[in-house]
């Protein structure tokens, strides 16, 4: 595997206390990578000491093979897209997508060349005289994407970008980063809280907690094969029935008996559109969440049920 | 402004105030203004009849020098206050939780009047003085030198005096801005030094401008500081005018080089805030 970018061994410690515990990383190039954690777990800490923001106590980051946290944020070829944005309020669209060029050794006219090219990439053409308060968010963020991007980083280091977007226009702009990321053929390193984003975005994946990586692979393998409890129940829904896991959509749920059933009290339905959710309690007390089609789902509240599931779906030595 | 009770409520509680800004400000400028076109009279005060030759004689080269004397100095001023104010109000903006140790320290030569500290560099600027004796019994000079009574040391004084003026809206300014804009700049590739040249200082503009204002406008009327530092020899506007109303008993002269001056000042005032306009 051809790594871009590698953490080995990252700590960074606040006064005492770890924020990044022991982090080795080895992102693949030109793939999409998300860092996914609880708020706190230390994923925006491992981000900006990427950026260079903050110096790690101990660790080595590599770019490309070159050791880079001895450097300067402005001497890393890595770029960052922040949680904020945070354009340059005095500066145009295009002040703000030329900035980083004119930091840089050339120049030469190429740099005006190069920045039409990536606000035609973004749709940004005909906005260059604006400033940022003139821009809607959605724009801003690819004022945000632009101005990085248009330094060709090694590596792209996005910060929660989507949180400051409404949900609609969330979803939106999932599609068009992933399309991006394709397109440009960038490695992006995307930290996120919001699981579904991180699987349906990612190549692969890190789930981080409390400082240290809990587990890293592509998104069905941790979706199906969670090594942790944790990781099992960050990602998507998880029953524990007798010290097994089993996910609510791997459940089946019957009026009649089976064989292999187990009889359930149905507490409450809820509707999500395609989807609903039953909650339920085992005789023994346990609460169990189905999921099933809305369109199959003719239960009510205090009616007794049957629930089962396959072997195969049931997650076994989860520590 | 029709007389809603939010209104009415307002006018009650801004009354006062527009009372005493009317009896102390208004009225005074509205007789500094009569009297501007008004004759001299012969022992002080003014007679009829109306005439405006007050105001022509401010062009003789020798007044209008005065003026634009008086600018040059101001000016000189305000860029001095400006390069010594922003390096310290960077600092303060950025040294967290020191920063109201620091900013009360910056005022805290309002405690004493500032006629007592122009006595106090008197003392250290004298041919006598401290800064003096202390060279010449180092060894250092044979002569005293010429400290007071110059430009110089009307344009120490002006620094010295309003410096806290400028300090205090920059530190206003720099201390609203984001500081994730400075990582930004690095993380584009700026140095430490061209953020502050690409980033800083342009977003700074609102506050330099009140900075500059906040200065020039006192400095470009003072005639306390010329009138202890500078001696006989440099006379500024603030000079005229106290001179007028004194030993020269002109006051219509007086009146007329003052009101000059405060529409300068106004004009100056409108002037930024039509830059400000600009910058926002």
Redesign the interface.
């Known amino acids: 595997m051809d790594a871009v970018l590698q953490l080995a061994n990252v700590t960074k410690e606040f006064a005492g206390h770890k924020a990044v515990d022991g982090v080795t990383l080895s992102i693949p190039r030109g793939t999409f990578f998300s860092l996914l954690g609880p708020s706190g777990c230390g994923k925006t800490t491992t981000l900006r000491l990427i950026?260079?923001?903050e110096s790690a106590t101990a660790g080595e980051i590599r770019l490309n093979g070159e050791r880079i946290d001895d450097l300067?944020?402005?001497r890393r070829n890595v770029?960052?897209v922040?949680q904020?944005y945070?354009?340059?309020?005095?500066l145009t669209v295009h002040g703000n997508v030329a900035?980083?060029l004119r930091?840089?050794a050339s120049k030469a006219n190429p740099a005006a060349d190069k920045v039409r090219r990536v606000l035609e990439q973004l749709e940004l053409s005909g906005k260059e005289s604006r400033k940022p308060a003139q821009l809607s968010g959605g724009e801003k963020q690819r004022v945000a994407l632009a101005?990085?991007l248009v330094?060709s980083p090694e590596v792209l280091l996005l910060d929660e970008p989507l949180s400051a977007l409404d949900p609609q226009l969330r979803q939106q702009v999932r599609a068009e980063l992933r399309d991006l990321q394709k397109k440009t053929g960038v490695t992006f390193l995307f930290v996120t809280h919001d699981q579904e984003e991180a699987l349906s975005l990612s190549d692969s994946l890190a789930v981080m907690r409390a400082g240290r990586v809990e587990q890293m692979g592509p998104p069905q393998e941790l979706y199906r094969k969670p090594r942790t409890k944790f990781v099992a129940a960050f990602l998507g829904e998880m029953n524990w029935i007798g010290g097994v896991g089993v996910r609510p959509e791997a459940i089946r749920i019957a009026r009649v008996a089976d064989a292999t059933g187990r009889k359930a009290t149905v507490d409450g339905t809820a509707f999500l559109g395609p989807t609903a959710h039953i909650s339920t309690t085992l005789e023994d007390g346990t609460k169990v969440k189905v999921q099933i089609p809305s369109s199959d789902c003719p239960y009510q509240a205090g009616e007794s049920v049957h629930l089962c599931w396959n072997a195969a779906d049931e997650l076994r030595d989860l520590t | 402004m029709t007389s809603t009770p939010a209104n009415r409520l307002r006018a009650f509680f801004l009354t006062p105030v527009a009372t005493v800004m009317l009896a102390t400000l208004g009225v005074p400028l509205a007789i500094v203004t009569a009297y501007s076109f008004l004759s001299r009279g012969p022992y002080g005060g003014v007679e009829m009849p109306w005439t405006e030759e007050n105001y022509t004689r401010l062009f003789d080269p020798l007044y209008a020098g005065i003026f634009l004397r008086s600018a040059w100095v101001a000016l000189l001023a305000t860029a001095g206050c400006l390069v010594l104010a922003f390096p310290l109000a960077l600092f303060i903006a950025r040294s967290g939780a020191r920063k109201n140790l620091y900013l009360a320290l910056v005022i805290l030569p309002f405690w004493t009047s500032f006629l007592i500290r122009l006595y106090a560099w008197m003392f250290l600027l004298r041919d006598t003085g401290l800064i003096n004796t202390a060279f010449i019994s180092l060894g250092l000079i044979h002569a005293p030198l010429p400290l007071l009574y110059n430009e110089g040391a009307v344009l120490l004084g002006l620094i010295y005096g309003y410096l806290p003026f400028a300090v205090l809206p920059l530190y206003a300014t720099l201390e609203r801005q984001d500081p994730v804009l400075l990582d930004a700049a690095a993380d584009l590739g700026a140095t430490p030094w061209r953020a502050l040249f690409r980033v800083t200082i342009p977003l700074s503009m609102p506050g330099i401008l009140a900075a500059s204002i906040l200065v020039f406008v006192p400095c470009i009327g003072t005639y306390i500081v010329s009138d202890l530092l500078g001696g006989s020899k440099t006379v500024l506007i603030g000079n005229l005018v106290q001179n007028q109303f004194t030993s020269s008993r002109d006051w219509p002269f007086g009146a007329a080089a003052s009101i000059v001056l405060i529409v300068a000042a106004i004009a100056m005032l409108l002037l930024m805030r039509r830059s400000r306009e600009e910058l926002l």
């Open positions: 950026a260079g923001f300067p944020p402005y770029n960052t922040f904020s945070a354009l340059f309020p005095h900035f980083g930091n840089g101005r990085a330094l």
